[in-house]
């Protein structure tokens, strides 16, 4: 069974950094990424390893947020600088395995002076 750990969310001011742990139950060489849903909206994609190709985050977070793994540890990683308050949100760990997608149960991030 897939299981997916987030950590690393927390309450940080305005310009400050924080850096989020994903950290599944079977390799991540997959199509793996990072999804926030913040109060009354959908939930949206942050960032994200395609498959075979390229990075891509959303324009909001271009130059501020940077997705990383570590293959060897089966975890991925979202360092978040220069935060803002409209990102504060609910981040999810999303990995697509099998043609079956798979959530972690979120961090909370809340960005606030």
């Known amino acids: 069974q897939v299981q997916l750990v987030e950590s690393g969310g927390g309450l940080v001011q305005p310009g400050g950094s924080l850096r989020l742990s994903c950290t599944a139950s079977?390799?991540?060489?997959?199509?793996m990424g990072w999804y926030r849903q913040a109060p009354g909206k959908q939930r949206e994609l942050v960032a994200i390893?395609?498959?075979?190709?390229?990075?891509n985050y959303a324009d909001t977070v271009k130059g501020r947020f940077t997705i990383s793994r570590d293959n060897a540890k089966n975890t991925m990683y979202l360092q978040m600088n220069n935060l803002k308050p409209e990102d504060t949100a609910v981040y999810y760990c999303?990995?697509?395995?099998?043609?079956?997608?798979?959530w972690g149960r979120g961090t909370q991030v809340t960005v606030s002076s």
């Open positions: 999303h990995l697509r395995r099998d043609f079956l997608d798979y």
């Open positions: 079977v390799s991540i060489f997959s199509v």
């Open positions: 390893f395609t498959s075979g190709g390229p990075t």
